[in-house]
């Protein structure tokens, strides 16, 4: 997948901190958490195009899924970073887009 960011801070962040997807279906379950292969420390101010997988196990549900990302605090194992984007859940996870399985 392709991951567009914009940074409009002045630095980067300076810890490598998790990177999470999670697939969410309507009734809000969690079907997928998997962390990317994303070094957020990369992300200088300005826009980056980050490319990585996402492994989807073979029998998932053919529904459409809410595709939440979420920077993960590793000593809380929370949610850790705010983003400037609308669409954050109780969780602390942002929608990014949706994802059609068939």
């Known amino acids: 997948m ?3 960011v ?3 801070g002045v630095a980067p962040f ?3 901190w998790p990177l999470v997807c999670y697939l969410v279906t309507s009734a809000d379950s969690t079907e997928l958490e998997q962390t990317l292969a994303v070094d957020i420390r990369e992300w200088l101010p300005g826009s980056t195009l980050t490319e990585t ?3 989807l196990p073979a029998l998932l549900p053919a529904q459409t899924y809410d ?3 979420a920077i993960i605090d ?3 194992n929370k949610a850790g ?3 400037a984007n609308t669409g954050r859940d109780e969780q602390g996870r942002y929608l990014v887009s949706r994802l059609k399985m068939e």
């Open 53 to 55: 997988t996402l492994q």
């Open 6 to 8: 914009e940074n409009k």
């Open 74 to 76: 590793p000593l809380t």
């Open 2 to 4: 392709s991951i567009t």
């Open 14 to 16: 300076y810890f490598q």
């Open 81 to 83: 970073i705010w983003f």
């Open 67 to 69: 595709l939440k990302f």
